[in-house]
C-alpha cells in the first residue's frame, strides 16, 4: 500500500514540474532486518567517522548512505542545492558547513547491519567525538591527501587511544590540488605513531584521479556510471605492476611485524594467499597492532564502496571487543568489574549506557548503547545512578533527525529512548539490585569564558531553560553566577563553542542574547605599614 502511494504522489510530482524529473532507482528499505529478526552479532559493526575539520566526513558518510541504498539521493554540505546533506540536520550545520552535533544512522551492506556515527571535527564540539567513541566497537580515521595529519587529527587519534577503538584509515580528496597520500602514510607513521601501510594505491593524482589499485587482491577498481556506483575491475596497468608489487611486500612485511601467523610465514618465505592476508589484517587491526590505509575521493564518488567492504573485513563486530562495567560497592576503594555478555538475546538482564542527550520535538531524546541483554517497549528499567525506576513508553532507532520506532533492542545495538529523566554518561539496568555503571565519558576542562546576559530582560525565563537544556546536553559547557559582578558566566572549549550556543538560544528559544568579556571585581589591600 506505502509503495502504491508512493507511486501515486511521484506520478503527481512528475506531471507537476516544469524541469525534466529522472528517477533513478527505487529503493525499497522496507524490511529493517535489525528491527524484524535479530541480527547475529558477526553481522554487525558500530563505526564512527571522525577526522580533523574539513576532511570531508559528513561528505562520506552521505555516500555511503547513498551506496548502501539508505537515501535515494545525494546533496552536498553547506546546502548549496537547497538541501544539504543528510547528516547535518540542524539548520545551523547546513549554513556554515560544519558538523556541530554527532548524528548517528544505521544502514545494511552486503547482509550486514552498520551503526554510523557522524561526529564533528572542530576541537569545541570535541565531547561529541569523546561518546561517541566510548560507545563505539571501530572507527574510520579520514585524512585529507592534502593536509595528512593535522592537530585535530592527533586529539581523534588520542581519543581512539584513551577508549582502546580499532580504526581503519581513509585518505580522502585525492582529486584536491597538492594531494600526497604517501606524505600523509609518513606522517601517520611519525606523528601518530601508527604502524601503517597501503591496502590501495592510485592511478593518478588531483585531476587525473582514474581508479584506484586493490593491493590484496592484486586488481584495478574503476568507478563508472554518474554516481560511481559501477565498479568496474580490470588488470594492474604495466606502468603500475612494479610499484604495486613493491607496495604490496612493505603491507605483507608491516602486517608480519603484528601478528605472529603471518610473521611465521613470512620467515619461512611463504606466498600469504590473499584469505590468509585477510585473516592476519583483521587480527592485527582489531588488537590495534596495524593500521589499513585505504583512498579514494568521496566528492568524486571513488573509493568508498571498498571502505565499506574493508569496514566489514577488518572492524571487530560487538564480540570482539571488551566491555566492562564497575560495580559500586559503596565506601570500598576496590573496583570490581564485571565482564558484559555481548549475547543477542534476554538470558542475561539488561545493561545500557546513556552516551548523549538531546531535547526533540518530543521531549528529552537520551541516545543508549546497549551493552547486555535485551530492551523492549513498555518496560522499567533502574537509573543506577538516582536509583529511580522508569518506563521505557518509546523506543527509536534513528536515522540523522529521522525516528523509527522499534519494539525491542539488543546488545550491540544503538538506539533512543524518549521522556526519560537522566544525565548524560548514567547507566541503565534492568535490576534495581544491579548496582553497575559503565566506565565514564573523559570530559575535558572548558578553556575560555565569556559573560552572556538576555538582550531583553523580559527573556530571562526563556535563556535560563535554554541555558538548563544546553548544559545537560553538553557536559562541556558550564555556567555559574558570579554573586560580585552580578553576571552570568559561562565556559566552554572555545569560542565558536560558545558563539554557535548563543546562535541557538535565539533560534531555538526566541531569546536574543548579548557576550562580553566577564567583569574582574578589583580588591585593595593593605601593602605595607605607613612610617
Not at 539548520?91 to 544512522?105: D, K, Y
Not at 539490585?433 to 559503565?438: E, K
Request: glycine fraction near 8%.
Amino acid at each position: 500500500m506505502h509503495v502504491l502511494k508512493a507511486g501515486v504522489l511521484l506520478g503527481r510530482l512528475h506531471l507537476k514540474s516544469t524541469c525534466p524529473l529522472t528517477v533513478r532507482k527505487v529503493l525499497i528499505n522496507s524490511c529493517r532486518a535489525c528491527s524484524s529478526g535479530i541480527i547475529p552479532n558477526e553481522l554487525i559493526r558500530n563505526i564512527g567517522i571522525s577526522a580533523h575539520i574539513d576532511s570531508g566526513k559528513t561528505t562520506l558518510t552521505e555516500r555511503i548512505l547513498y551506496y548502501t541504498g539508505r537515501i535515494a539521493q545525494m546533496h552536498e554540505v553547506k546546502g548549496k542545492d537547497g538541501v544539504g546533506a543528510i547528516m547535518d540536520s540542524m539548520e545551523l550545520e547546513r549554513q556554515r558547513g560544519i558538523t556541530i552535533q554527532s548524528a548517528a544512522t544505521y544502514t545494511m551492506w552486503k547482509g550486514t547491519n552498520i551503526n554510523i556515527i557522524d561526529t564533528p571535527g572542530h576541537v569545541d564540539f570535541t565531547i561529541e567525538v569523546e561518546r561517541s567513541l566510548r560507545v563505539l566497537d571501530g572507527a574510520v580515521l579520514v585524512l585529507c591527501a592534502v593536509g595528512g595529519v593535522q592537530c585535530q587529527t592527533m586529539t581523534v587519534n588520542r581519543q581512539m587511544k584513551r577508549y582502546n577503538v580499532p580504526c581503519l584509515t581513509f585518505i580522502n580528496k585525492l582529486d584536491r590540488l597538492g594531494a600526497n597520500p604517501t606524505r600523509a602514510l609518513q606522517q601517520m607513521r611519525t606523528k601518530l605513531n601508527h604502524n601503517a601501510a597501503f591496502l590501495q594505491i592510485p592511478i593518478g593524482l588531483e585531476g587525473n584521479l582514474k581508479g584506484i589499485i586493490d593491493l590484496i587482491e592484486e586488481r584495478t577498481m574503476y568507478f563508472e556510471g554518474p554516481f560511481g556506483q559501477n565498479i568496474r575491475y580490470d588488470e594492474i596497468p604495466a606502468e603500475f605492476r612494479s610499484e604495486a608489487t613493491d607496495r604490496r611486500r612493505e603491507l605483507v612485511e608491516c602486517v608480519a611485524n603484528a601478528d605472529e601467523q603471518l610473521g611465521e610465514m613470512f620467515l619461512e618465505e611463504k606466498v600469504p594467499t590473499v584469505a590468509d592476508l585477510k585473516a592476519a589484517i583483521r587480527r592485527a587491526t582489531v588488537q590495534r597492532c596495524f593500521t589499513p590505509v585505504l583512498i579514494g575521493s568521496a566528492l568524486k564518488n571513488k573509493g568508498v564502496q571498498p571502505l565499506l567492504d574493508a569496514a566489514l573485513d577488518y572492524l571487530p563486530n560487538p564480540t570482539e571487543v571488551q566491555n566492562f562495567a564497575i560495580e559500586n560497592q559503596g565506601e570500598s576503594n576496590e573496583v570490581t568489574k564485571i565482564l558484559m555478555d555481548p549475547t543477542r538475546d534476554d538470558s542475561q538482564p539488561f545493561v545500557g549506557l546513556a552516551f548523549k542527550l538531546e531535547a526533540g520535538r518530543f521531549g528529552q531524546l537520551t541516545y543508549v548503547r546497549v551493552y547486555q541483554g535485551a530492551l523492549k517497549k513498555s518496560e522499567y528499567i533502574y537509573n543506577t545512578r538516582t536509583g529511580k525506576r522508569v518506563r521505557v513508553q518509546r523506543l527509536v532507532r534513528l536515522h540523522a533527525d529521522q525516528l523509527v520506532d522499534v519494539e525491542e533492542v539488543y546488545a550491540g545495538d544503538i538506539c533512543a529512548l524518549f521522556g526519560i529523566d537522566c544525565a548524560s554518561g548514567d547507566t541503565f539496568t534492568a535490576r534495581s539490585s544491579a548496582n553497575l555503571s559503565m566506565e565514564s565519558i573523559h570530559v575535558p576542562d572548558p578553556v575560555i569564558s565569556v559573560a552572556m546576559k538576555p538582550a531583553n530582560k523580559n527573556d530571562l525565563d526563556k535563556f535560563s531553560k535554554g541555558i538548563n537544556r544546553f548544559t545537560r546536553e553538553d557536559p562541556t559547557f558550564r555556567v555559574h553566577y558570579d554573586t560580585e559582578s552580578k553576571e552570568t558566566i559561562i565556559s566552554g572549549m572555545g569560542e565558536l563553542h560558545l558563539e554557535i550556543y548563543a546562535q541557538r538560544m535565539e533560534r531555538e528559544y526566541n531569546c536574543a542574547c548579548v557576550m562580553g568579556k566577564p567583569k574582574v571585581a578589583f580588591r585593595e589591600s593593605i601593602g605595607a605599614p605607613e612610617p
